[in-house]
């Protein structure tokens, strides 16, 4: 496949980066800037055959076959709007829409046009968070029970995402969008978000929208997913994430603590990683970013899905339900109540069962917990089926 490029700002490169990183059989031919001067150093750079300033010529070319749309927020809508209209696969980056509304229309388009919709979240493809859905699919972790995940930076790099109209708000729209996603894939996507409690504030920056919120996600078997986002974290970017389940646990930290520490006096300078704020000192950096931030392994799942005409891992669908939280979230972090997430199309299960997966001693308790002692006892909390008495028996 050819591919396009709309965009040649941070995350564009980041994508080239990936997309030529490796021997791949699609390729990088054309790349849209608005800034002509952009748009051939791109082209310059990555060794594309074309480039423009006009969008719709980039998306109508006939030998590109498949769109990247790596724009502001706000100019999502427009670029996959033509892309549809030209007939080619479109793949978007994160966070779909600005609202559920917003990614409602660009789900239709897509579907309508008969075009792949691929949603660009990374975060769903790193290796270890690939390796977690796997052990958490095979059952390794039992029935999830709560999922949290934590993007925290100093805040991000151009004007546009400090302005809440291109933007869509501040950090739950921006970095909640990737955490949202991640918990709803550990919970399990066919499990219906149904609430969200969420505060949020304006804590640091001269700006209409949130630089900090936590918010609670409740989906329709009980399970809780949690986001914490930031963009007045100091030190670097926070990605972490942590799964709870009735028989395991996860803990995950994709970013500052990877097990590759560095000391520098600062000698030689240059770049450690996204967001880090230092290049002296004790630094963090990651050893392949393209490849801890899932770019490479989304990519080929997005081209696979593309070839072998099914869905991607993340599709527009997950895009928009994502934006129906995220809208619930903001919702909530004004009223200060629960807020129902409104989804207009549901495609998952509408009956969910709370299973009670209660531990069973022998036909008369259940158990409740086996504690060993500091002094080697043993004793077993027991509970009466019949009575509900709780007891303890010493082994
Ligand atoms: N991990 C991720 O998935 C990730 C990371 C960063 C950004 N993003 C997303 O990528 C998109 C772009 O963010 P970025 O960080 O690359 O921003 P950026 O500001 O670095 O780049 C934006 C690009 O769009 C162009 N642009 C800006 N305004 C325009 C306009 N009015 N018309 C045409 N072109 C315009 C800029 O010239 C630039 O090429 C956003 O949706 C953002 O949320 C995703």
Redesign the pocket.
Known sequence: MKIAML??????R?YADSLIGHRRTDTLHAVY???AD?AKAFAQEYNLPFYSTD?QEVVSHPEVDVVV?????D??LAAVEACAKAGKHVLC???LGRTAAEAKQMLDMVEQAGVMGGY????CYSPKFIKSLASIKAGSLGRILWAKSREAHPG???N??WNKEQ?GGGAIV?LGC?CIEIARNFIGKEVKPVEVMCWASTQVHPIDAEDNAIGLVKYANGAIGQFEVSWCFRGGMDLRDEVMGTEGTIWTNNFLRTGFDMFTTGKGGGYVAEKAESNSGWLFPVGDEVNE?GYNHMFTDMFEAIDGKREPAETFYDGYVVNAIIDAAYASAKSGQWEAVQLSDWRGNNEVTREAAYAIYNDQYYLIKEEILPHGDRKLILKDKQTGEVIVKDL
Do not use: C, Q, V, Y
Request: charge should be neutral; avoid cysteine.
């Open positions: 965009g040649s700002g941070f995350i564009a980041f800037s608005r800034n952009k969008m749309i790596s724009l502001p927020n100019l999502h980056t994160k966070p660009l979240e990374d975060l991000p790099h151009s546009w995402f933007s921006d990737h931030l």
